[in-house]
């Protein structure tokens, strides 16, 4: 019945196979028939499925009827008209018995893809391509588990973890994780990559650090360190550094130095809590301040600073109609300084040039005065040493002290701003003296409130000081000065307020407050809200805006309820403060949901500055995958909208800082020349956070030098791009050529510190002393081993597979000098020559003998010339003989050697990002790295091989002195002479002064 014979003239008798008869007898009422009948199609559906398919409503019918063979049949039909969806419902009704996992046939392969998809889809609430079909929960839960389940069994568990992961069911992670816990390090990589969704993530580690073993204590640390749970860092700390093996107290310090590696000053803190007393050494990396002084040690010593850079802009700017008397471009010209010698501490540039400094007035003066800040940053011990010609008088703590005046205080407020960035620039700085700084300014912001410029700098002092500790009484004190409706002081209060609290995710329903302070400070956050939609002063608006956003750093998900409050406000302000709490809630998670905002919000808000705001957050989601932002915004670079495209030009540098990248820069080279100003501002301080840190062996960047300089010269260019080519001479060289932007830290971490100094950084737009934040972002690019006492040894090296050039610092410039005007001989007529010899005979003839021996003497003068001429004639035909025989050789120019290959640094050394990924580590030394497959980037702890033998050549880490006083002498023993001996002496002296 399922074939059909025909007969051709002289042919075989052939059978063409058809599945015609099975069906007609499905049409027979016998029940028995028809369960025949869908046997037999079920055996040959998967040749004759198009004839089968005219039958799919029937079958669909009996399938609904329960019976599962009639479910199978036309579910393979459904599978060969490409319709995954309706063939995989079906195979569930159809059951296990029809439905053989264990086949490798391209149906079950597709359906068991399909089924992960659907299951995938279902649990993350998303919507499928099949909208009206529904998929049965129960049948697909078990039939995933099912294969889960399988995948394990035949030593498939990675697999099986991948797909648990995507599903977000962390009782199926937890089985495949207890059935095969070798896979507990990969778990933990894709739930810091892969997972998007905070609070599965963190379900996901706390399986993991259930199941991590005690042998891998570096793993149990990052884990502790990503769910922010302090004690249990502590305790594996403790265990480290309190072994009797060299090696693992070696690793607890290490874990010590990458801790204080993601800027997390709040939580480094409650980790040294729980550290036991002896560990000396621990402490002091983690609150002591040791890893400040190590950068501010490394920074002073090894500073490639150009000092004519500097000299040559203020003589550019001085000539002219080039702007020497614009206050804006001479205030850039000093955060230049700044930035060019960020944590350096040589200010000599401003100590020869006070006159040129004092040119500042009023806020420019306060920019000026903080700046100090930042060329000092980190130099916490000469801190008020420096600024104690700028600093107000001490408040007394019975409230006796002077009055503080409503005018003036520029200089003092600057200097209050000051103290707070020299503690709060570096995340490692002393956490004692942090606080003592911290109390001095809360003192000087009590008493300022009638002086809205030294509450200003009193305030985000406070907030650098202070960053992430939520102490309620600062932030009460905080919230009093916001109160006093000062646009100035009030702006720097909401700041400061988020800065106090960043991270905390104050004000949502899911945050990590302590359950003391929780009400208070949610409480807080709702009184901040409500007074920007009732203040008038735009300043205090903003100010509270970048303040929320603060808050939301890291948060996430747990963030969309305020951020979508934030985005649907009809104040531009607030709307524009979402986008930086977006982009700094989910910095570096590269989230497609908030890349998606953002670029809705980039082409579609009409307020220019939140739509700025929105393109610039892509960078701070991205900075991971850095190559994803030029192609975003690519399109955006041609917008009709000015702000668009300097957002745009900023959102490329700040992604690919320091990396030197072709195309990017050939993406802005077309907006240097754009008709509106401030984009080629844009464009110029984004092409210099690429060149960071770039050796000028490229045509490209010297000439991009080049444009800089002519750029400034220009008596025709506007002020806006003037002060983008001046800040780009500063940004391109930063920290002494030593420092760079570097929003990740070790193992996936992002610097609190650099994102948060990145995001503040660019309000520079609307108040330029913020400009001084950009120190908070700058990293030093050093790497330094250290053994076990923290001393650097100086035969410890590094090699560097490239060639020197390459990552070398670039040439510093040369002083053009003066060529002095050679004075030009007059020519003299061969005429009156020969009158001059006429009447001079004359004169001889006259005068008698006198005249005839000065002729004489003039005659032998003569001789002698002519005589020397013809001996430099002779020597010069020698040299050309010489040239042809054994001179030649020496004579010749000599062959440019070629340029090695590889070269080995010494310790410690600059090493930038990108030459980090071509250096290794020498495992033949004395000295090796306690990780040896780490990249060599950064602080790196040494094991000695032969701690036996002494090591004379270590080096200490000494924090600069100021300029003018000399460094106290090394300590040394002095043994008194004996008393005969001193004897002797006194004779000799006596004697001596007799004599």
């Not at 390090?185 to 706390?206: W, Y």
Request: glycine share 6%; with cysteine; net charge negative.
């Amino acid at each position: 019945m399922a074939s059909v014979l025909l007969s051709d003239q002289g042919s075989s008798t052939t059978a063409v196979p058809t599945a015609s008869g099975w069906l007609a007898l499905l049409q027979e009422p016998d029940n028995t028939l028809q369960a025949h009948a869908l046997n037999e199609l079920l055996k040959c559906v998967d040749t004759q499925w198009p004839e089968v398919a005219e039958a799919l409503p029937q079958m669909e019918e009996l399938a609904e009827a329960g019976n599962n063979v009639a479910a199978a049949v036309a579910s393979r039909v459904f599978f060969h008209l490409r319709e995954e969806p309706q063939a995989l419902r079906l195979a569930l009704e159809a059951g296990e018995e029809h439905f053989d996992l264990h086949s490798k046939s391209p149906y079950v392969e597709r359906l068991v893809a399909a089924a992960f998809d659907a299951y995938i889809a279902q649990r993350n609430n998303e919507s499928s391509s099949e909208a009206d079909i529904v998929l049965p929960d129960a049948p697909l839960e078990a039939l995933v588990h099912r294969l889960l389940k399988h995948a394990v069994e035949t030593g498939r568990a990675a697999d099986a973890l991948g797909i648990a992961l995507e599903a977000q069911e962390v009782d199926l992670v937890t089985q495949i994780l207890n059935e095969a816990p070798h896979l507990g390090p990969k778990a933990l990589e894709a739930a810091t990559t892969v997972v998007t969704h905070k609070s599965f993530r963190n379900q996901v580690l706390e399986v993991v650090a259930a199941g991590l073993k005690d042998t891998n204590p570096q793993l149990k640390v990052l884990v502790h360190q990503l769910l922010k749970q302090p004690t249990p860092v502590s305790k594996v700390l403790n265990g480290l550094l309190s072994s009797d093996n060299v090696d693992d107290k070696l690793l607890g310090l290490q874990l010590c130095f990458d801790l204080v590696d993601t800027g997390d000053q709040a939580f480094v803190k409650q980790v040294a809590e729980g550290l036991d007393v002896e560990h000396e050494q621990a402490l002091r990396v983690l609150v002591g301040g040791f890893s400040s002084e190590l950068a501010l040690s490394l920074l002073h010593k090894h500073s490639n600073s150009d000092r004519l850079i500097m000299e040559t802009l203020k003589k550019s700017l001085e000539e002219r109609g080039s702007g020497g008397r614009n206050s804006i471009l001479h205030n850039a010209s000093v955060m230049t300084h700044s930035y060019l010698y960020a944590g350096t501490t040589n200010d000599s540039f401003l100590r020869d040039y006070l006159d040129w400094m004092k040119k500042a007035s009023n806020w420019a003066k306060f920019s000026a005065t903080a700046s100090l800040g930042v060329v000092h940053a980190g130099h916490i011990t000469e801190a008020k040493n420096l600024l104690e010609p700028y600093l107000p008088p001490e408040p007394s703590d019975d409230g006796s002290s002077t009055p503080v005046s409503a005018t003036g205080g520029y200089a003092e407020g600057g200097s209050l701003y000051a103290l707070g960035l020299i503690h709060g620039s570096h995340a490692g700085s002393s956490a004692i003296k942090r606080q003592e700084c911290s109390e001095l300014l809360r003192k000087h912001l009590r008493n300022s409130h009638a002086n809205e410029v030294i509450s200003h700098g009193a305030a985000l002092g406070v907030g650098l000081t202070a960053m992430g500790c939520s102490d309620v009484t600062l932030v009460n004190e905080l919230k009093e000065l916001l109160y006093t409706d000062s646009a100035v002081a009030g702006e720097a209060a909401g700041m400061a307020l988020g800065l106090v609290l960043v991270g905390s995710g104050a004000g949502n329903v899911t945050n990590s407050l302590e359950s003391s302070t929780q009400e208070e400070l949610n409480q807080v956050v709702t009184e901040l809200k409500n007074y920007a939609r009732e203040t008038h002063h735009e300043k205090i608006i903003r100010g509270i805006a970048m303040g929320l956003a603060l808050i939301q750093y890291g948060q996430e998900e747990n963030a969309d309820a305020v951020i979508e409050e934030m985005r649907s406000d009809r104040d531009p302000i607030l709307r524009y403060g979402a986008q930086y709490a977006l982009a700094l809630a989910y910095c570096g998670t590269g989230s497609n949901k908030a890349i998606r905002i953002l670029l809705h919000t980039a082409v579609s808000d009409v307020s220019d500055d939140v739509r700025m705001a929105a393109v610039i957050g892509l960078a701070f989601v991205l900075y991971k995958t850095p190559d994803r932002v030029p192609q975003l915004v690519k399109l955006l670079l041609e917008s009709f909208n000015p702000h668009v495209r300097y957002a745009s030009c900023m959102a490329v540098g700040i992604s690919m800082a320091g990396t030197g990248d072709a195309e990017s820069v050939a993406l802005l080279e077309p907006m240097l020349d754009d008709m509106t100003d401030y984009v080629r501002q844009g464009a110029l301080m984004g092409t210099a956070m690429i060149y960071m840190q770039q050796s000028d062996s490229a045509r490209k960047i010297r000439s991009f030098r080049e444009r800089l300089s002519n750029i400034i010269r220009d008596k025709h260019q506007s002020t806006l791009t003037k002060m983008g080519a001046i800040l780009s001479k500063g940004i391109i060289d930063a920290g002494g050529r030593n420092c760079s932007l570097v929003m990740g830290g070790r193992f996936g971490f992002t610097k609190m510190s650099s994102a948060i100094g990145m995001a503040l950084w660019l309000q520079h737009w609307h108040w330029f002393p913020m400009m001084h934040m950009f120190s908070l972002a700058l990293t030093p690019t050093f790497t330094i081993g250290l053994n076990k006492d923290l001393k650097f040894p100086k035969s410890f090296e590094i090699q560097c597979n490239s060639k020197p050039s390459v990552f070398a610092y670039p040439k510093k410039l040369e002083e053009k000098k003066e060529e002095k005007k050679k004075r030009v001989e007059t020519v003299t007529l061969s005429t009156t020559a020969k009158n001059k010899a006429r009447l001079a005979r004359k004169k001889a003839k006259e005068e008698g003998g006198e005249s005839t021996k000065e002729m004489d003497i003039d005659e032998s003068e003569k001789e002698k010339i002519e005589d020397e001429k013809e001996k430099g004639e002779k020597s010069e035909k020698e040299e050309s003989m010489d040239i042809d025989g054994e001179g030649a050789e020496k004579l010749l120019p000599k062959k440019r050697e070629p340029e090695p290959t590889s070269f080995r640094v010494k310790n410690p050394a600059r090493i930038t990002k990108a030459q980090s990924k071509v250096c290794a580590f020498d495992l033949e030394q004395r000295y090796r790295p306690i990780r040896p497959n780490e990249v060599p980037f950064g602080v790196v702890i040494l094991t000695d091989s032969t701690p036996a033998e002494e090591d004379e050549d270590l080096g200490a880490v000494q924090a600069p002195s100021l300029e003018g006083e000399c460094a106290p002498p090394k300590p040394f023993e002095w043994t008194p002479p004996p008393a005969d001996e001193t004897v002797e002496t006194e004779a000799t002296e006596e004697k001596d002064t007799k004599a």
